[in-house]
C-alpha cells in the first residue's frame, strides 16, 4: 500500500506542473544550442539487399517468407532498396538540413556467422554509409539492435536463451571497434518491448511466439543483461579513446487516468507507466523491476498455483551491473491511452492481464493510419515530465516520433499538424517543465516496411514510389515543415495558434482521408 500512494503522490505532482490537456496555444521559442535534430530508419525496413554479399538470414527474413504474417504478404527483401542508395539517401537529409540520422546495424549482415567473425561486404556498406555522413555534415547515431536477430540464435532460443547476453558483447564489441571513430552516440536496443511483447508475447512480430505470459518476461530479462554488458564494454574500453555516449531507446505511451478526480484510474495508470516504460527503465535507472510490477506479478502466480514468479529475478550482481547503464534516456513516443483501474482475469496468464488496467481512447482524437495511433501532443509533455521525476531527471533524446497515413499525400497535413504540435510540446517540456531535452527524431526518413502491416501504413517525411524499381523518393510538405523547424531550432514568433477549431478541422480531414489498420501494432 505505501508503494501505490508514493506512485499515486508521484502522478500528482507530475499533472500540477503540466498545462492542462486543452492547451493548445504555441509555444515560441528555442531549443538549446546544439540541440540534435533528427530523422531515423532501421536496417531492415529500409536496406533490402536481403541475401547480398555473405548476409545470413535475420528471423525477419523467415517470418516474412512463411507468408501470412504480414499485410500482403509483404516482404523486406528490397524494401526502399537503401542498399543501393547511400548517396541519395544523404542527399535527402541534407537537403531537409538534419543534424543527426538514427540508423540500426543489420547484426546479420555484419557478422553472419555470429562471434566475431565480421563481414568484408557488411564492413564495406556500413563504412561508406557513415563515411557518407560525416562529409555532409550529419552525425550518425547508430543502433545496434532494432529486431533483426541472426536465423541461427533463434534457433537456439533467441532472447529467452540467456546465451544471447554473451552472442551480444561479441557483436558490440566488433561494431564499437569498427565504427566507433567516426560514430559518437550508441543505442543498444530499439523498444525492447516490443522485441518481448509483440515478438515472444502474442506472435505478431517475428519470430511470431505466442506465450504471453512468461516469454515476455525471459525476454526481458535476457535483453537487460544483454545492454547492461555491452554498455559496460563501451564504458570501460572505448570511452576514453572514442568519447561517445551509449543509451538504450524505451517505446512508451502515456497513460493518463481516465478520470484524474478518481483515485483508482490515478493509481491505475502508474501502473500501466510501471509495467511498460518501467519494466525496462527502473533496472536501468533505479535498480531492479518496478515494485509494483514485481508484487502484481508474483501474486498473479501464487494465485495461479505456481511456485515462483513468472517474472524472473536479479541478483545483487546483476542488479549492481545494469543499474546506471545509461548516458541519456532514448525514447520513442507516438501516442497516448486513458487508464482504469479493473480486475483482471487469473488464466490464461498473460503480461497484459498482470497489470489489471483497462485502456481506452478519447473519440475525439485526430485518428491515424494506425489504429493505435492517435494524436495526443499533450501526452508528450506529460510523459516528458514523468521521466524526469521518475528517473531522477536525465538527458532526455527523443529517438522516434511521427504519425502515419494510409493515403501517400504530398500535402501531408495532418503529418505537418502532428510534428507541430508534439514538438511545440517538447519545446514546452524544456522551456516550462525544466526537462533536459537534447535531441528529436522525427520518425521517419521516408515510407518503408512497416513491419506486420507492410507497405501499408507510411510514415515518412519522403514518399517511395515502391512500384517502381527505382523506388524514388519525393518530398512531402512536413520535410519542408520539419526543416524550418530545423533552422528556427524551434518555433520563430509568426503569430500562429492552433486552435480548437483547426484540430476539428484536421479531425474531419483525416476521417475522409485515412483507413485505419486491421492490426493492433505496426
Excluded at 492547451?23 to 540534435?36: H, K, R, S, V
Aim: proline fraction near 5%; hydrophobic fraction near 35%.
Amino acid at each position: 500500500m505505501k508503494t501505490i500512494v508514493l506512485l499515486m503522490m508521484t502522478v500528482a505532482a507530475i499533472s500540477a506542473t503540466v498545462a492542462p490537456e486543452d492547451d493548445d496555444e504555441i509555444l515560441y521559442g528555442t531549443f538549446p544550442e546544439g540541440f540534435a535534430w533528427s530523422t531515423a530508419t532501421s536496417a531492415y525496413q529500409i536496406e533490402g539487399g536481403w541475401n547480398a554479399g555473405d548476409k545470413s538470414v535475420n528471423i525477419w527474413d523467415t517470418f516474412t517468407h512463411a507468408g501470412g504474417n504480414v499485410a500482403n504478404n509483404a516482404t523486406g527483401d528490397i524494401a526502399c532498396d537503401s542498399y543501393n542508395k547511400i548517396t541519395e539517401d544523404v542527399q535527402l537529409m541534407k537537403n531537409m538540413k538534419v543534424t543527426h540520422y538514427r540508423f540500426s546495424v543489420s547484426w546479420s549482415r555484419l557478422i553472419p556467422t555470429g562471434g566475431r567473425n565480421i563481414s568484408t561486404t557488411g564492413l564495406n556498406y556500413y563504412n561508406a554509409l557513415i563515411d557518407a555522413l560525416i562529409a555532409a555534415s550529419i552525425k550518425p547515431v547508430v543502433t545496434l539492435y532494432h529486431w533483426d536477430l541472426p536465423q541461427a540464435l533463434q534457433d537456439i532460443g533467441g532472447w529467452e536463451n540467456e546465451a544471447l547476453v554473451d552472442q551480444f558483447y561479441d557483436y558490440a564489441y566488433m561494431v564499437y571497434s569498427s565504427f566507433g571513430d567516426r560514430v559518437k552516440m550508441w543505442i543498444t536496443f530499439n523498444e525492447p518491448f516490443v522485441t518481448c511483447w509483440l515478438g515472444y508475447g502474442i506472435g505478431i512480430h517475428a519470430p511470431g511466439i505466442r506465450q504471453p505470459g512468461e516469454a515476455s518476461y525471459k525476454c526481458a530479462h535476457t535483453i537487460l543483461k544483454s545492454h547492461a554488458k555491452a554498455w559496460r564494454l563501451y564504458d570501460s574500453t572505448f570511452r576514453s579513446s572514442q568519447n561517445g555516449k551509449c543509451g538504450i531507446t524505451l517505446d512508451s505511451d502515456y497513460f493518463q487516468p481516465k478520470d484524474p478526480s478518481n483515485p483508482a484510474d490515478v493509481e491505475a495508470a502508474e501502473v500501466a507507466q510501471q509495467f511498460k516504460l518501467g519494466w525496462f527503465a527502473n533496472p536501468i535507472f533505479n535498480g531492479d523491476y518496478p515494485e509494483v510490477m514485481r508484487e502484481k506479478v508474483y501474486n498473479k502466480s501464487m494465485a495461479q498455483g505456481l511456485s515462483v514468479s513468472r517474472l524472473p529475478t536479479f541478483n545483487q550482481t546483476e542488479i549492481d551491473m545494469i543499474k546506471g547503464t545509461h548516458d541519456f534516456f532514448g525514447l520513442n513516443h507516438y501516442t497516448t491511452r486513458l487508464v482504469t483501474s479493473a480486475t483482471s482475469p487469473l488464466n490464461p496468464p498473460s503480461y497484459e492481464m498482470d497489470r489489471d488496467v483497462v485502456e481506452s481512447i478519447d473519440p475525439t482524437w485526430p485518428t491515424s493510419g494506425s489504429s493505435w495511433l492517435f494524436g495526443v501532443p499533450w501526452g508528450c509533455r506529460k510523459l516528458l515530465g514523468w521521466i524526469k521525476n521518475t528517473y531522477n531527471d536525465p538527458e532526455i533524446f527523443i529517438t522516434e516520433n511521427g504519425v502515419s497515413d494510409r493515403n501517400s499525400s504530398m500535402e501531408d497535413t495532418h503529418r505537418v499538424w502532428y510534428y507541430k504540435n508534439y514538438i511545440n510540446n517538447v519545446l514546452k517540456a524544456y522551456k516550462i517543465d525544466d526537462v533536459r531535452m537534447i535531441g528529436y527524431t522525427a520518425w521517419s526518413l521516408m515510407d518503408n516496411f512497416e513491419w506486420a502491416t507492410g507497405y501499408d501504413e507510411k510514415f515518412g517525411l519522403h514518399y517511395v514510389d515502391f512500384t517502381d524499381p527505382t523506388r524514388p523518393r519525393t518530398p512531402k510538405a512536413s520535410a519542408k515543415f520539419y526543416t524550418e523547424l530545423i533552422e528556427a531550432n524551434g518555433f520563430s514568433n509568426s503569430g500562429q495558434k492552433v486552435t480548437p477549431l483547426s484540430l476539428m478541422a484536421l479531425t474531419l480531414a483525416l476521417a475522409i482521408a485515412v483507413f485505419s489498420t486491421q492490426r493492433e501494432y505496426s
